[in-house]
């Protein structure tokens, strides 16, 4: 399939599965173990419904907004995503070109196989960078002084990756930057011809921004090593404190998935939220991070921004979450696909495939503005719903419960209303009263004496 042909994300997904090698396009279409976090991040949108408007006027429509003080053509930023360079040969500057182009920020992750200084090297425009807080707090230091000096705009702090959850994927096919020469390794690349071709004409085939940079860290198996025990299990609010010290422009949290860390995140002098679980990636069992989305916006209000990561693969997405109110969105995956199937082209085609359908999504809804899409847009909001089937869910049980533990009515009554019921079931069970005229003369007799 060529790109003219592509209509939507899922055609990339197709051909970057044909295209990128079999553990770098399982790292990007995987989630921790059972993976029912990551499908449920995609999942929970569709049962978000929208309400359709008509014979209303929607030309002169825009997209464009803001996002942390910056213009950006949409509301969407490519976020960071480790290893973007084993999608494709020098991928992190084949994304970032595209983002350029298109107008809106690319995010380079710690983990790229392009540094920032090759990054930088190769675009005109600021980027953001992304931040793992490692143990070696100097070398943290060091990669936020780089950032400024390559002109970074924005930094993105990840704060769930503490520790690494497990992805069975990446255990079963052995992850590496670059490749293991195992058999089975090597009959998987003898199949992906044109991107063995495109790594043979690049030096960028591990951590860009690790190799080089940590003392005695040298060789492959000493950086995986290093990486793999250096994620800090220690990071908290603190040193959220320490990285602003160190860093004087925008900040943006990453990773923020409960109402009660958005309101600590928006007291801690940030910019920014963005409410992610790691695209299911982390904790699997989590809350989907559009479930989230409302409970978080209206528990820190308008005291930070906050945008809206993980699941989301289509323009009518990047509706539904600025219509549950969120500033923004980024996307992985998505752009993911898309530069495996074609590098900055296939980059470029994810976000003209999002623009429009965002675009169609937002005149059909009859709005003209991104800017005045929210809740009223939405036929039922999905923390509504919710709240009616909890609410129908725990009465019914409630209900169960009493019939089930209750004793028998006439049991617990009071006397006073048993013997109306006594009475109405004797009267019930005995024959019907004859009339004076047909009972017998005995009868009529005693009952007369009695009167």
Known sequence: MTLDKVTNISDLQRIARRRVPRMFYDYADSGAWTESTYRDNSDAFSRIKLRQRVARKID?????????????SMPVALAPVGMTGMQHPDGEIHAARAAEKFGVPFTLSTMSICSIEEVAKATSK?????????????????????????GCSALVLTLDLQILAQRNKDVKNGLSAPPKPTLANMINLAFKPTWCLGMLQTRNRTFGNIAGHVKGVEDMSSLSDWTNSQFDPTLDWESVEWIKKHWDGPLILKGVNDVEDAKI?????????????????????AAASIDMLAPIVDAVGDKIEVHLDSG???????????????????IGRAFIYGLGAAGEAGVTKALQML??????????????????????????????ARKVQQAKAESAATTTKKSAGAKPKTATKPKSAAKPRAAAA????????????KRPAATRSKSAAKS
């Not at 979450?321 to 969120?326: D, K, T």
């Not at 937002?362 to 909001?381: D, F, K, R, S, Y």
């Not at 004797?426 to 005229?437: E, L, Y």
């Open 60 to 72: 002169n429509r825009s997209v464009a907004t803001t996002m942390v003080g910056q213009d950006v």
């Open 126 to 150: 600021p980027f953001w960078f992304q931040l793992y807080v490692m143990r070696d707090r100097g070398f943290a230091a060091d990669l936020i002084a780089r950032a400024k000096a390559a």
């Open 265 to 285: 995140a928006a007291g801690a002098g940030a910019d920014a939220i963005i409410v992610s679980n790691h695209g299911g990636r982390q904790l699997d069992g």
């Open 312 to 330: 989301i693969r289509s323009g009518m997405d990047i509706f539904k979450a600025v219509a549950l109110g969120a500033k923004s969105t980024f």
């Open 355 to 384: 623009r429009k359908e965002l675009d169609i999504t937002m005149a059909l809804a009859g709005e003209t503005n991104i800017a005045n899409v929210g809740h009223h847009n939405l036929l039922v909001p999905p923390a509504t």
């Open 426 to 437: 004797k009267s019930a069970s005995a024959p019907k009263r004859q009339t004076p005229a």
